[in-house]
């Protein structure tokens, strides 16, 4: 299996997306069960199709844009297996002038801190993708500070779903998720015992932008990402941030393919209120710094 080294020439780039999900492998196999899919689908007004991996890699490629690909281990929540992170991996391998693999683990594994030391030594990945809400799991808990220890001395960087989500919602009690698990409030006390790990809050933090902006200001080791929503329903308080005060620590990402950064990208222009001048860290100078490209 090849490990993965990024081959990606920032110049030659427009955009470095961070939030990508690959939602089936080669095999068909889908990284949810059919009805979180469908309540996905539902809540975010899509059917368009779930492209595989090399498909995500040609469809950035055209853009002229790096992505972050992942997907989420949440077995023990969902009894779902999830997909291969090691054929994430390999896959982007293949494809590394456009892909940079981010791993997952079910914190709730008793083998999760051996199966992130392996995808980090084996498979080259470059952070890690937790959600709190489908993976059931406290992020401020201690039972999972032998983890973020490992992420931190490997360097790799850990990025948590915040906020609300469409997986489970409109199922009868939301399938069992719990909304809560994911207020960013949770990630204040992960970023302050462990500095110097990098921590991305993804997406507009819906019902809890503040919290989010609070611990963003407050930690230098977190950043935000600005995916999920489109920019037209961005809070504006949090604008006024990736204007100014954060705008060293703002992320473009879209969060593929349930919304798209074409999307994305034509919303911006025509609603979002961001100063040309923040638009070039936002879209890709703050990743191309957060995950050591163009070195």
């Known amino acids: 299996m090849t490990r993965y080294e990024p081959a990606i020439d920032l110049d030659a780039i427009t955009a470095i997306d961070v939030h990508v999900h690959i939602e089936v492998d ?174 991305i809050m993804a997406h507009p933090s819906v019902p809890w932008q503040d919290e989010a902006l609070a611990v963003a200001t407050h930690k230098h080791n977190t950043w935000i990402d600005l995916s999920g929503w489109s920019p037209k329903y961005f809070p504006e308080s949090l604008v006024r941030a990736a204007n100014s005060y954060l705008r060293k620590r703002v992320l473009f990402g879209s969060d593929f393919p349930l919304l798209t950064p074409d999307r994305w990208m034509r919303d911006a222009e025509t609603a979002a209120s961001f100063k040309p001048e923040a638009m070039p860290g936002i879209l890709k100078d703050n990743a191309a710094r957060l995950l050591g490209l163009g070195r």
Do not use: C, W
């Open 26 to 199: 080669g095999h068909g196999h889908a990284s949810l069960p059919g009805d979180l899919a469908d309540a996905a689908a539902a809540y975010f007004s899509t059917d368009g199709p779930n492209p595989d991996l090399d498909s995500v890699a040609a469809y950035y490629r055209e853009r002229r844009m790096a992505a972050v690909v992942f997907t989420v281990d949440a077995e023990a929540q969902l009894g779902h297996a999830p997909l291969s992170i090691a054929e994430i991996a390999e896959g982007a391998a293949r494809n590394n002038d456009v892909l940079i693999p981010f791993g997952s683990v079910d914190p709730r594994r008793p083998d999760a801190l051996d199966r992130a030391r392996r995808l980090i030594d084996e498979n080259g990945v470059r952070g890690f993708k937790f959600h709190p809400t489908v993976q059931g799991f406290d992020p401020s808990h201690e039972a999972h500070f032998p983890l973020y220890e490992a992420l931190q001395e490997a360097g790799v960087v850990a990025l948590f779903h915040t906020g609300q989500t469409g997986i489970g919602a409109g199922l009868p009690g939301g399938r069992g998720l719990l909304l809560g698990l994911s207020n960013p409030i949770l990630l204040d006390p992960v970023a302050a015992r462990f500095p110097d790990l990098q921590i």
